[in-house]
Every structure is written in C-alpha cells, then in structure tokens.
C-alpha cells in the first residue's frame, strides 16, 4: 500500500489583495498543499485548504503571536514555503507602528526580519523563503532610491518632506532585499539548502499599494495608475526604461507563484528575481544591495531592535 502524500505547507503574507491574492490561488491549487495566510481583521476570503491566522506586522507582538501560533499548528510538520509579500506605502514618513517605529519600515521591513527569523528554525530542507522587493530599491532605476543606509534614521525619521513617503518605501525595500542577502548567507540556511529569494514585481498599477495616498496627490495618482491612461503613459516610457513597463497584479502573481512553487529558479549565485515585460529575469541589485557591510549592519540594527540575538 503507498504510503499518503505529505503535505505541503506554505505561510505568506500578503496574501488577501493584489499580487498575493493572484498568487495564492495559484499555490493553494496545488495537490496536497495547506496555506497558513497572516493577515489583519477577519473575514478575508481565500482559497480552499488556506487558513488565516490573525497578523499586524506594524506589531512585534503580533508577529510574535502568530509566529507561535504557526508552530502550535504545525506541530511536528515543517514549512515548505514562506512567502513575505505584505507592503505598504504612505504618502509621509509621519506613520509609527506599535513599537514607535516608522511604520513602512516597521511594516515592510522589521515585522518580516522577525517572522522570518522566529519561522527559520520551523522551515523543511530544500525549503524556500521568498521576500518581495522592489526595483525602486535602485537609484540607477529610480531617482529617489537610497544612496545610503542609515538604519537609525530609517526606524525614525526627523526630516519629512514631499517625497518622505517614497523614500521611506523604496528604503524598506532595500532593506528586503539585504535582509533576503544576509539570510542566504547563514550556516543554518546552506546546511539545509533552504532556497533564498528576493522578487521585485515590477511597476504594477492595479494594486492597492498606494490606497494611503489621499487628497490631490491621490487623484493624480488615481488617474495615472489604472485604465487606459496608466497604461499609455508608462507603455511609452517603458521605451526608454523597461523597468517603468506596467505590469498587471495577475502577471505578477503568476511569477511569485511560480518562485515560490520552484516552477522557476534562479542561476546559482544569485537571489534576486525581477519581473520584466512579463518574463523573470535575473539582474544584479543595486551596489547598496550586494554591500557585505551594509548588509551585516541592517541585521544587527535590526536584531537589536526587534529584541532578538544576532
């Protein structure tokens, strides 16, 4: 008699709108698999054979929570996938979490540096950990892209301005991609062959990202971000940077899918995944991206600041 099939176990964020939501369908889809989805409020609607537990990653607490959750429900079983693809944007740097940070940062940065060091130890071999980032990370792409990385500053900011907001976010996902670099570096991930990965999803207008945004800069970004216009205006300048061509959530749900599942892999030596017109690509990050000492002082900065070892 054949023994049963196990059960594959993957815990996301991000899950409930736009590009998780077109990507966790795509995962729960597949045969003998079990999704743990993290995610604020009740009532969300998902997939069959997912589960949501509650999730507020501007709290510490609350990721401490659902993480021990997620191991009280795992119980002897292991994780196959984590995906953390939860993010948010403001038009300011005038948002603080629970724990006094600021919140993009807190959000899209330290509330997933803690789950994913509270779940490493609860993660299978061959196992892989996706992190969603962003080309805006890269100030060859993006003119308010870091130049530098001042984790202090990032956590509380001084300075506001009109392009706070922007900064803020395209730091945090910077500190994604680090985060995901220091990650593949660890002894406990290689001697598992835990698969690292950074996805950046490209320029998708159709998402909520941006639903923070109000007044006249939220209009304008309204009318710039969907339908004919949007499309129009970044189909023409993707002419001169392909990284300005709009993709939609459901492509770019697709490819998270498809990282995530192990449908596509990146070459050896690299972690960084970029959707491009609709194909994954490979490039290098950004020189900020591939700093050792950035890097290793992000982690530190970071351990220290959500209360755990080095």
Same mark, same amino acid.
């Given at each position: 008699m054949n023994e049963p099939t196990p059960e594959r176990i993957v815990v996301m964020t991000g899950a409930t709108s736009g590009i998780g939501e077109h990507a966790v369908r795509r995962i729960a889809a597949q045969p003998d698999t079990q999704v743990i989805i993290g995610a604020r409020g009740s009532g969300r609607i998902v997939p069959e054979g997912s589960t949501v537990i509650q999730l507020d990653l501007a709290s510490l607490e609350s990721v401490r929570s659902f993480s021990d959750a997620v191991k009280q429900r795992l119980a002897d079983d292991r994780i196959d996938m984590l995906v953390l693809n939860a993010g948010i944007q403001y038009p300011n740097a005038d948002q603080r979490s629970d724990d006094g940070f600021e919140k993009t940062f807190a959000v899209n940065h330290l509330g997933h540096y803690l789950l994913a060091r509270e779940l490493l130890p609860s993660m299978a071999e061959e196992? $892989?950990? !996706?992190?969603?980032?962003?080309?805006? %990370? =890269? #100030?060859? *792409?993006? #003119?308010?892209?870091?130049?530098?990385? =001042?984790?202090?500053?990032?956590? %509380? #900011?001084? *300075?506001?301005?009109?392009?706070?907001?922007? $900064?803020?976010?395209?730091?945090?996902?910077?500190? *994604?991609?680090?985060?995901?670099?220091?990650?593949?570096?660890? =002894?406990? !991930? *290689?001697? $598992?062959?835990?698969?690292i990965i950074a996805y950046n999803p490209g320029l998708t207008p159709d998402t909520s990202l941006m639903r923070n945004v109000s007044g006249l800069s939220g209009v304008i970004i309204g009318l710039m971000t969907s339908g004919f216009l949007g499309r129009m205006v970044f189909g023409f300048l993707s002419r001169f940077n392909e990284n300005l061509y709009p993709e939609t959530s459901e492509r770019a749900g697709v490819a998270l899918a498809q990282l995530a599942l192990g449908a596509v892999t990146p070459p050896s030596g690299s972690i960084y995944a970029s959707l491009v017109k609709g194909k994954i690509t490979f490039p290098d990050p950004s020189e900020l991206a591939r700093s050792d000492e950035a890097r290793d002082r992000l982690w530190r900065d970071s351990a220290e600041m959500v209360g755990v070892m080095e």
């Amino acid at each position: 008699m054949n023994e049963p099939t196990p059960e594959r176990i993957v815990v996301m964020t991000g899950a409930t709108s736009g590009i998780g939501e077109h990507a966790v369908r795509r995962i729960a889809a597949q045969p003998d698999t079990q999704v743990i989805i993290g995610a604020r409020g009740s009532g969300r609607i998902v997939p069959e054979g997912s589960t949501v537990i509650q999730l507020d990653l501007a709290s510490l607490e609350s990721v401490r929570s659902f993480s021990d959750a997620v191991k009280q429900r795992l119980a002897d079983d292991r994780i196959d996938m984590l995906v953390l693809n939860a993010g948010i944007q403001y038009p300011n740097a005038d948002q603080r979490s629970d724990d006094g940070f600021e919140k993009t940062f807190a959000v899209n940065h330290l509330g997933h540096y803690l789950l994913a060091r509270e779940l490493l130890p609860s993660m299978a071999e061959e196992s $892989r950990l !996706v992190i969603t980032t962003s080309d805006t %990370h =890269d #100030p060859t *792409n993006f #003119p308010f892209a870091p130049t530098g990385l =001042d984790t202090q500053a990032l956590a %509380h #900011p001084s *300075n506001g301005g009109l392009d706070a907001g922007i $900064r803020a976010y395209s730091a945090s996902k910077l500190c *994604n991609l680090l985060t995901a670099q220091a990650f593949a570096e660890l =002894d406990e !991930v *290689n001697a $598992r062959d835990i698969q690292i990965i950074a996805y950046n999803p490209g320029l998708t207008p159709d998402t909520s990202l941006m639903r923070n945004v109000s007044g006249l800069s939220g209009v304008i970004i309204g009318l710039m971000t969907s339908g004919f216009l949007g499309r129009m205006v970044f189909g023409f300048l993707s002419r001169f940077n392909e990284n300005l061509y709009p993709e939609t959530s459901e492509r770019a749900g697709v490819a998270l899918a498809q990282l995530a599942l192990g449908a596509v892999t990146p070459p050896s030596g690299s972690i960084y995944a970029s959707l491009v017109k609709g194909k994954i690509t490979f490039p290098d990050p950004s020189e900020l991206a591939r700093s050792d000492e950035a890097r290793d002082r992000l982690w530190r900065d970071s351990a220290e600041m959500v209360g755990v070892m080095e």
